[in-house]
């Protein structure tokens, strides 16, 4: 079956960097774009970044220049590259894709920027 595995994540201060992996199974990872989802206490999950399977990359505003998306296609993982992180990053960051019609989440890895 599909699974999406995230790790990486961790309380780091505000200018760290952190990277998170999502390790994936069950389905062609190659052929399906993968996205970064966060959600904070109290708000919306939010799409981060996605990376399509053509390598093509989309980042909310609030990220760019600051978190890079890629794949490893040999290793079945997608990655988060997060830079300059500030406090309003703090948040569980969730690993997406959509396969076969349905919708496929990981269970989550937070990651907590503070002083």
């Known amino acids: 079956q599909v699974q999406l595995v995230e790790s990486g994540g961790g309380l780091v201060q505000p200018g760290g960097s952190l990277r998170l992996s999502c390790a994936a199974s069950?389905?062609?990872?190659?052929?399906?774009?993968m996205s970064w989802y966060r959600q904070a206490p109290g708000k919306e999950r939010e799409l981060v970044a996605t990376?399509?399977?053509?390598?093509?990359?989309l980042y909310t505003d609030s990220v760019k220049g600051r978190f890079t998306i890629s794949r490893d296609n040999a290793k079945n993982t997608v990655y988060l590259q997060m830079n300059s992180l500030k406090p309003e990053d703090t948040a569980l960051y969730y690993c997406?894709?959509?396969?076969?019609?349905?919708?496929?989440w990981g269970q989550g890895t937070q990651v907590t920027v503070s002083s």
């Open positions: 990376i399509t399977s053509t390598l093509n990359t």
């Open positions: 069950g389905f062609t990872f190659s052929a399906y774009a």
């Open positions: 997406y894709t959509r396969t076969s019609g349905l919708t496929r």
